[in-house]
């Protein structure tokens, strides 16, 4: 018989109790932040839970970590003190067991309803790098940008070459595709992958869900040699991404090998890493995304560990060639995440679904993005968040930004007697990711934002 909670869950919600991802919450305007697991409708109070000496095994019992303002005490215990949380967690809350269940004063002191709590940004995040892990985004961006001839950049591939019949009738096989325009992914099988490219981002803009984004200005690209326009970008765009929570860090000098790197990911959390195109594009060649991409960058409140997700583990995507040496993974998996990106125009009621994608896509996995973070040495901190890049599918709705879904402004998306090519002030986009157990969902919450007009 599944697990069951003596606290009543519906059959759709996110948070039975086989998920209980972790939050940090003000149960009043005036509380102190503290942390919790979501529950249902509810959010479980863990520092009641602590201060009732509950948390009673041999690595939490003398631990305060429960009575921080965020989880990075917590998460820097690392997976033997997780498991022990979880299990004294899913114990507590188990319909047959009678510690909580039967104590009524306990049960209103750290059961809180969902509805009443504020969340909070759940750690301290020092450092946030963002990954450019799924192939599909890559290759349909770089044809935006570079042309069908050079889609993706040189460091994610390399045209075979052979002098062998299917060398060389692969090679005319790209230059024909190339010349005629046609679809990108129809190239790829003639490109081979070598490393997750990343970015260094701006932790200090990293906003909880339900925050506002305000419409970046900038510079854009000129036009022949009249000076660069500046203003309110005008290709303001969602990202749909997850990013992995960073539980131990590594010391300064010493990489993290791959096959270990999943004892130093907590879990992962929805994520929206908004673009300004039009200042990206400008500035971007050679150091990368800065403008167009600082400006803010929101998370879902809810952190879902590594263990629940465990049941969701797939195979992860084909990696042709093989990586080199300090990314080869003896078990390499990536997870059954369905995800989905709805947007509200301004001025309407209802939102409207404009992409069905799903985790398992990316080519690249959390496991080989944090090896390849800290291969130079660089040390990875408790907090740290590592964003996967955009999660595009092959499929024409399972792209994962209206860069993609509009190709660039080009095929404008209908909204519901709406349209966009990219967002307008008033417009909420909202992400949600769950994944479907048998009889019960593990899901992540939503994920939103909504754009308010540029400030001069």
Sequence with gaps: ?????????????????????????????????????????????????????????????????????????????????????????????????????????????????????????????????????????????????????????ANWYVILKSTSKQGIVSVLTLVYYSIFHLQVYRVVPYFRFHLPIAYHGRASSVVISGTDIVRPRGQFAPSGNSPPPFGPSQKLDFELEMAAVVGPG????????????????????????????????????????????????????????????????????????????????????????????????AGKEDSCVVTRSNFKYLYWTLTQQLAHHTINGCNLRSGDLLGTGTISGPEPESLGCLLELTWNGQKPLSLDGFTRKFLEDGDEVTFTGFCKGNGYTVGFGTCSGKIVPSTP
């Design 250 to 345: 590594n010391e300064l000098g010493k990489p993290i090998d791959v096959n270990e790197a999943a004892d130093h990911i907590f879990g992962v959390m929805l994520m929206n890493d908004w673009s300004a195109r039009d200042i990206q594009a400008w500035e971007y060649v050679p150091l990368g995304p800065f403008l167009g991409k600082s400006f803010g960058t929101t998370l879902s409140p809810w952190i879902v560990t590594l263990d629940a997700l465990e049941p969701f583990a797939c195979d992860s995507p084909k990696q042709d060639p093989q990586p080199l040496p300090y990314l080869a993974e003896k078990i390499s998996k990536n997870y059954d995440i369905s995800l989905e990106v709805q947007i509200k125009p």
């Design 1 to 153: 018989m599944a697990l069951q909670s003596f606290i009543e869950v519906e059959p759709d919600s996110h948070f039975p109790i086989q998920n209980l991802p972790y939050g940090v919450f003000k149960p009043e305007p005036a509380s102190v932040a503290r942390p919790g697991v979501a529950i249902g409708e509810y959010v479980l109070d863990l520092s009641e839970i602590s201060k009732a000496g509950l948390f009673n095994g041999p690595i939490l019992k003398d631990s305060d970590c429960f009575l921080q303002p965020n989880l990075n005490k917590f998460l820097s215990l690392g997976r033997p003190a997780w498991k022990e949380a979880r299990d004294m967690l899913q114990k507590l809350l188990s319909s047959n067991e009678a510690t909580l269940r039967d104590n009524a004063n306990l049960r209103q002191k750290s059961l809180v309803p969902m509805g009443k709590v504020e969340m909070l940004l759940p750690m301290e995040i020092g450092d946030y790098t963002d990954f450019f892990s799924s192939m599909h985004h890559a290759k349909n961006c770089g044809t935006i940008f570079r042309g069908p001839a050079n889609p993706v950049p």
